[in-house]
């Protein structure tokens, strides 16, 4: 059995944070800062030299190679005091990176370089590392024995951990090229620097560390915790050479446990959770094409040769990241299925994996496993669910379109129950996560897609299952308006508040465009009552932009007004609601331009001489800022709309994905 996963995240942030908060930067100093230089110097001129290296923390469970703390006698009076002083100089240039100041400390005392300077244990190398002073490790790891730097504080880290930990390469080889033990050296709950980085997705450092890494160095567990921790921070590469480092399917079928705390924190029981395998139903790795591959291999080498766009390459890298990851679980699988199929099921059941996959919506891993086994299809969950009824209970429209793959069959899945005798119609009747709901903005829009599910899976099952009742004796369409009520409501409110309030901006823009109609910039011939400027181009500019705000702005207020007095039944939300509200909100934002457009151009006709040219800048800059601040700000919520009215109903199009 593995030993129980520690991932120690939060005390791994917890304490190089802190260190780093008292710091205020992870940056080297060039100059190091002078009041401490000239407190270090004048300490070191006026003090004796210490006569060892003291521990602060008595209980330490680890000293330096050379100190034996049964035979040092603890120092008293002013020695105390010269000691205690000396050490928080100490800290405080390690913490600055300050190496003048250290280096002034260090001439008087040598003894400093090893000697744990803090309550936790902590050596100047410690402090020094947890906060990236590179230029400070360099200098003080030379003035070091070899053995020093295997010194642990009270937590059982050795300094070489903390810059595992922070992911600084050359920190970590200017401690590796000191000592090449400390690589092996572990540190809490017997975690290796190479996992300590893996954990804490420190992918450089990982890439380090594993070249100095075989096979001998770590137990089947050390490697199958490795393992994990590559796959759960999109360490493919990695997590693939282990598994051809270690082919023989021990780690595919190792299962990860969680322990369970009992009284007074103490480790209760243990509980068997997923394979590796199961690490990647929370990951995308859907296949990419030649195309896409090449594509992104080409803005990989672009990115390259440009660096100011390497903030970018994260875009383009996802592609690569799917291959990989597939790669892994491909290998995963192939692996497990040398066992016998018995062994191979109880081992993807115990969590379901494909149920777990469908939760997510990863219909990637889904398909890989029933292409070679397609009996898994017709497994059962412990709430006696198919993964289409899970699909449903969560919402996740791509796996749920794998239904229309299996032909007749599907009306088997669509008339089994549960245990509540719920059929896959009250499923869809239930309300979903709050996580699938806040996929839209607004509770108008959410109901509009809860109703786009309910009516999908009604496409699929026979008219019976829709009268059928459940253990509370309510039929699916029952079950829906009970659970939706309370979105019912909100979704009234936030309907006719979202209209009140557009309703007044049209308003106002509506009779500005009415009013500037009939006061033209330049004004009117009195004799003809002709607009003087009619000839030029920005006039022409003018009357359109104003016409279109005209226009526009009492269209949105129809639209408006139409939500207003909507009856607000259950079914206006799938199809009428969301209309009226995307033609209202383009006709808003057009009127907008429209009244932008026209205040622009009237700068143009008015001051159109050469040394007014900074105002028509002023104007155009104001133009572009005010259009691109309502499109900013309002963005999505149109293009929510638009995907509700519209693109919904490309929502459960036929799946690209093959089940068989």
């Not at 490795?226 to 021990?250: S, V």
Request: aromatic share 8%; hydrophobic share 40%.
């Amino acid at each position: 059995m593995p030993r129980k996963i520690r991932v120690q995240k939060s005390r791994w942030h917890t304490q190089i944070g802190d260190k780093k908060k008292r710091e205020g930067s992870s940056k080297d100093k060039n100059d190091g800062d002078s009041s401490l230089h000239s407190v270090a110097s004048q300490f070191a001129d006026e003090s004796e030299p210490l006569p060892a290296v003291y521990p602060i923390a008595q209980d330490s469970p680890t000293t330096t190679p050379q100190h034996n703390q049964n035979q040092t006698p603890q120092p008293k009076g002013n020695e105390s005091g010269q000691r205690s002083l000396c050490y928080t100089l100490m800290y405080q240039a390690a913490m600055k990176g300050d190496w003048q100041a250290a280096a002034v400390l260090l001439q008087r005392n040598p003894n400093l370089a090893s000697a744990q300077i803090t309550e936790s244990g902590d050596t100047a190398l410690h402090m020094a590392a947890a906060t990236s002073h590179t230029k400070f490790v360099r200098q003080l790891v030379g003035r070091m024995a070899e053995g020093d730097l295997l010194s642990k504080n009270k937590y059982g880290y050795t300094a070489f951990c903390y810059a595992a930990a922070t992911g600084i390469v050359e920190i970590a080889a200017v401690m590796r090229e000191k000592n090449e033990n400390l690589i092996n050296c572990p540190g809490n709950n017997e975690m290796k620097p190479l996992y300590i980085a893996a954990s804490l997705g420190n992918k450089d450092m990982v890439s380090y560390l594993y070249k100095f890494t075989h096979v001998k160095d770590l137990s089947i567990t050390e490697w199958f915790d490795l393992l994990i921790a590559t796959i759960r921070n999109n360490m493919h590469d990695t997590a693939l050479d282990i598994l051809n480092k270690i082919n023989d399917g021990t780690l595919a079928t190792m299962r990860t446990t969680t322990v369970i705390l009992g009284e007074n924190d103490s480790p209760d029981t243990t509980k068997n959770k997923g394979t590796a395998l199961h690490e990647l139903t929370v990951q995308d790795i859907s296949e990419i094409s030649a195309s896409q591959e090449a594509i992104t291999e080409s803005f990989n080498t672009m990115f390259a040769a440009v660096p100011l766009l390497s903030r970018f390459k994260w875009i383009f890298e996802q592609p690569l990241v799917r291959k990989r990851a597939r790669l892994v679980a491909e290998r995963l699988w192939a692996q497990m299925q040398r066992m016998e199929r018995a062994d191979v099921l109880k081992l993807l059941e115990e969590p379901p994996i494909l149920h777990e996959a469908a939760k997510v919506g990863n219909v990637g891993l889904i398909t890989m496993l029933t292409c070679s086994d397609p009996d898994l299809i017709w497994k059962l969950d412990c709430n006696k669910h198919y993964i289409f009824h899970t699909a449903v209970l969560h919402r996740q429209e791509n796996v749920f379109s794998l239904i229309h793959q299996i032909g007749s069959m599907k009306e088997l899945i669509a008339i089994s129950v549960d245990d509540n005798h719920n059929n896959i119609m009250h499923l869809a009747g239930k309300l979903a996560t709050p996580e699938r709901l806040k996929i839209v903005s607004g509770a108008a829009l959410q109901m509009q897609r809860e109703l786009l599910w309910f009516k999908e899976v009604e496409k699929v099952v026979p008219p019976s299952c829709l009268e059928i009742r459940n253990r509370q004796g309510l039929r699916p369409r029952q079950l829906f308006s009970k659970e939706h009520e309370p979105l019912l409501t909100k979704g009234e409110t936030w309907m006719k508040e979202t209209a009140n309030n557009c309703m007044i901006v049209a308003t106002l823009i509506a009779t500005v465009a009415f009013a500037a109609a009939f006061t033209l910039p330049g004004g009117n011939n009195g004799d003809t009552g002709m607009p003087i400027l009619k000839k030029r181009t920005w006039f022409t500019v003018f009357a359109v932009s104003n016409a279109v705000a005209l226009f526009c702005s009492t269209a949105s207020i129809i639209m408006f007004l139409s939500i207003l007095t909507s009856r607000y039944q259950e079914d206006d939300f799938l199809v009428s609601l969301p209309t009226k509200l995307m033609f209202g909100l383009t006709a808003l934002f057009t009127s907008i331009v429209g009244v932008v457009f026209a205040f622009t151009t009237t700068f143009f006709l008015l001051f159109h001489e050469e040394e007014t040219l900074v105002l028509k800048w002023i104007a155009v800059s104001a133009c572009i800022l005010l259009i691109t601040l309502f499109a900013g700000l309002h963005i999505k919520l149109w293009i929510d709309t638009i995907r509700s009215a519209y693109w919904s109903k490309f929502l459960f199009r036929q799946s690209k994905h093959s089940l068989y």
